[in-house]
């Protein structure tokens, strides 16, 4: 199952919900922190494990964001951690925000005005285009490793019937 780390600030949990539910439905797993619950491990510990775990980061950029400086550090840390695990990232970026010259790197970039139906209909749209994408390279990667076990176990059963056969005719020459 394919899942997608989601990085986001506290005050945007009604647009995180939507989003949350979307994904859902087109068979993702969503991680949001604010619904994972206690693991005893510190958090940032439980964080690079789901962004390891996780296919791809979607990063939402936006004036709650950009104006809380724990909050921007948090969301850069967790862009810095996603690029160093090599995964793929998606910034959704509130129109009008700025942002770091770190997040400023990643090519994917969607921008959106929260309040406009039509850029959340369209980034629900971009959404589903990059799940569709992961869930595809998931696939692939699952029929990969399924062909990789069959030809192991092929070679396998190859070994164990000529080492058979080796001793069998070490058997007839005694």
């Known amino acids: ?9 506290q005050k945007d949990m009604t ?13 993702i797993t969503p991680y949001v922190a604010a619904h994972d619950t206690p693991s005893g491990r510190p958090i940032p510990q439980k964080i690079l494990e ?51 010259m770190l997040v ?3 090519t994917d970039y969607f921008g959106f005005d929260p309040l406009s139906q039509d850029d959340l209909d369209t980034m629900n749209e971009r959404m589903n285009v990059v799940a569709n994408r992961l869930k595809r390279i998931d696939l692939i990667m699952k029929g990969a490793l399924v062909i990789g076990i069959g030809a192991l176990g092929a070679y396998g059963l190859w070994r164990l019937l000529r ?8 058997d007839q020459l005694k």
């Open 1 to 9: 199952m394919v899942q997608i780390f989601i990085s986001y600030s």
């Open 15 to 27: 647009l995180i919900n939507s989003i949350v539910a979307f994904l859902r439905k087109q068979g």
């Open 163 to 170: 080492t058979k056969d080796e001793e069998e005719e070490t």
């Open 50 to 100: 789901e962004i390891e775990r996780s296919d791809a980061l979607f990063v939402f950029w936006t004036r709650n964001v950009a104006e809380n400086r724990t909050t921007s550090e948090s969301v850069i840390w967790e862009v810095s951690s996603a690029q160093q695990a090599r995964k793929r990232i998606y910034v959704f970026r509130e129109k009008g925000v700025d942002v770091p």
């Open 104 to 106: 400023s790197y990643i």
